[in-house]
């Protein structure tokens, strides 16, 4: 993703709504749950099948927040996430991981810049806690949160 030309934040030179929220999963029946759950909470969502087109579609609109998957073909979550940390650092960065034993992963993933990890299966009131806190200026513990996180 190419920054603006003095180097800086692309996010600062575009309007992102405070409510925009991209997810990037391979999986599609969870994008779809997501994606129902959060825009019943008033949130506008885009989605994304991998992280290839999900760094795209940031590019061409992005947003406030990211939740992205861990493992994924065509670019996994912790390319995403060091993408989007450098790119644009501005940006709340969730990421899922849904197997045992990625632990490493997602402590390697908050090293590259998520501001969140959640292992699923994510209970939905917690999954929209750490969007809204995320939303509204960011975790006191950057990192870790409610049960189910790390």
Do not use: C
Not at 19 to 24: D, E, F, N, V, Y
Not at 51 to 75: E, K
């Amino acid at each position: 993703m190419p920054r603006s030309r003095g180097g800086h934040d692309i996010l600062k030179d575009i309007t992102v709504s405070p409510r925009s929220i991209l997810i990037i999963d391979d999986d599609e029946q969870i994008r779809a749950f997501l994606r129902q759950v959060l825009e019943e909470a008033g949130y506008m969502v885009t989605e994304a099948p991998n992280g290839r087109i999900g760094l795209r579609r940031f590019q061409q609109t992005p947003t406030a927040l990211v939740i992205t998957d861990l493992l994924m073909p065509d670019r996994d979550g912790l390319e995403v996430t060091m993408a989007l940390h450098r790119d644009s650092p501005t940006v709340k960065i969730i990421v899922l991981s849904g197997g045992s034993g990625q632990h490493d992963y997602l402590d390697a993933a908050k090293l590259l810049g998520a501001h969140r990890t959640m292992q699923k299966p994510i209970r939905m009131a917690e999954l929209l806690e750490a969007v809204q806190q995320e939303l509204q200026g960011g975790s006191l513990r950057k990192g870790h949160g409610p049960q189910g996180e790390r």
